[in-house]
């Protein structure tokens, strides 16, 4: 390989580097949000992270949780941040699909901008709405030589609660008059403008208090496929219907294409 062709191979791959780092960045935490100190006072730590295990995690006063089913997110609240959950993965858990956690909190937080993007958009903020989600970077570890099978990590993401209805609940109001047309519409408007492929799970469009929807998982958009039926089994025969007929319409731009 020629020197000049090494040079351009340099800086190619450290531009590559450089733009992965600068997206990351518009996600981290401002200094000014109100969790922010809080944060920085409840990480704090002499030995391992507070996300090293699930002992470490309650022992700072996190909620305990179980695992999610897929991705293996663990979602807590601390007493100290009222308003907001955290996503965590522990250092005792494998990276999902090989890939680091920062990965996955920039994916979550910027399809979160995207769903607000369509909201606003398409005036659904009565019907809908999407938490504001941000990577913390935890004090990094204390020169701490870590157990065996453990795989660090770096950053949490934590966001606006929704103050979602239980599952139980959700389901009940899925299947009620509050699923109205003009709320499916709009769920289905917003799904399909940025392709975001589980948002039609129930428990992953929840009720909320406020009576709107909120969609909480937000780390797959620009997907080819989009499951729109995870919702339908859930509705009733006449939504199910127009449901069904929707997931025939198009976004294009702001209109949308029977
Ligand atoms: N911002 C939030 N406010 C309130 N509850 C939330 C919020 N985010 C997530 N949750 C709750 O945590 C659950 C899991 O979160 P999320 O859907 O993001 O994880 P996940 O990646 O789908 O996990 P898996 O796919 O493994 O089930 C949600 O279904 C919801 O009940
Ligand atoms: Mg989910």
């Given at each position: 390989?020629?020197?000049?062709?090494?040079?351009?191979?340099?800086?190619?791959?450290?531009?590559?580097?450089?733009?992965?780092?600068?997206?990351?960045?518009?996600?981290?935490?401002?200094?000014?949000?109100?969790?922010?100190?809080l944060l920085?006072e409840i990480t704090a730590?002499?030995?391992?992270?507070v996300f090293?295990?699930?002992e470490t995690m309650t022992k700072a006063g996190f909620e305990y949780?179980?695992?999610?089913?897929?991705?293996?997110?663990?979602?807590t609240r601390h007493p100290r941040l009222p308003?907001?959950?955290i996503?965590?993965?522990?250092?005792?858990?494998?990276?999902?699909?090989?890939?680091?956690?920062?990965?996955?909190?920039?994916?979550?937080?910027?399809?979160?901008?995207?769903?607000?993007?369509?909201?606003?958009?398409?005036?659904?903020?009565?019907?809908?709405?999407?938490?504001?989600?941000?990577?913390?970077?935890?004090?990094?570890?204390?020169?701490?030589?870590?157990?065996?099978?453990?795989?660090?990590?770096?950053?949490?993401?934590?966001?606006?609660?929704?103050?979602?209805?239980?599952?139980?609940?959700?389901?009940?109001?899925?299947?009620?008059?509050?699923?109205?047309?003009?709320?499916?519409?709009?769920?289905?408007?917003?799904?399909?403008?940025?392709?975001?492929?589980?948002?039609?799970?129930?428990?992953?469009?929840?009720?909320?208090?406020?009576?709107?929807?909120?969609?909480?998982?937000?780390?797959?958009?620009?997907?080819?496929?989009?499951?729109?039926?995870?919702?339908?089994?859930?509705?009733?025969?006449?939504?199910?219907?127009?449901?069904?007929?929707?997931?025939?319409?198009?976004?294009?731009?702001?209109?949308?294409?029977?």
């Open positions: 390989m020629s020197t000049e062709e090494f040079l351009m191979r340099y800086i190619y791959f450290a531009l590559i580097v450089l733009s992965s780092s600068l997206g990351a960045l518009q996600y981290l935490i401002p200094d000014d949000h109100p969790a922010k100190a920085d730590t002499k030995k391992y992270s090293h295990d699930m949780a179980d695992a999610q089913p897929t991705t293996g997110i663990i979602v308003g907001y959950i996503k965590a993965y522990l250092d005792t858990q494998k990276y999902y699909s090989g890939r680091s956690e920062d990965y996955y909190w920039e994916k979550r937080a910027e399809g979160a901008r995207l769903i607000q993007q369509a909201i606003d958009d398409y005036g659904f903020e009565h019907l809908l709405k999407v938490p504001q989600k941000w990577i913390y970077e935890l004090p990094s570890a204390k020169s701490v030589k870590l157990p065996k099978n453990c795989y660090p990590k770096r950053s949490i993401l934590i966001e606006d609660d929704m103050d979602i209805v239980s599952d139980e609940e959700n389901r009940a109001l899925w299947a009620s008059p509050q699923a109205t047309h003009e709320l499916l519409y709009a769920l289905h408007t917003v799904i399909t403008k940025y392709r975001f492929r589980d948002c039609a799970k129930p428990a992953n469009c929840p009720f909320s208090d406020d009576g709107r929807v909120a969609l909480v998982d937000t780390q797959s958009f620009y997907k080819k496929k989009i499951g729109y039926s995870k919702l339908t089994k859930f509705l009733i025969p006449s939504m199910q219907q127009y449901w069904k007929s929707l997931s025939h319409v198009g976004v294009e731009g702001d209109q949308l294409i029977p």
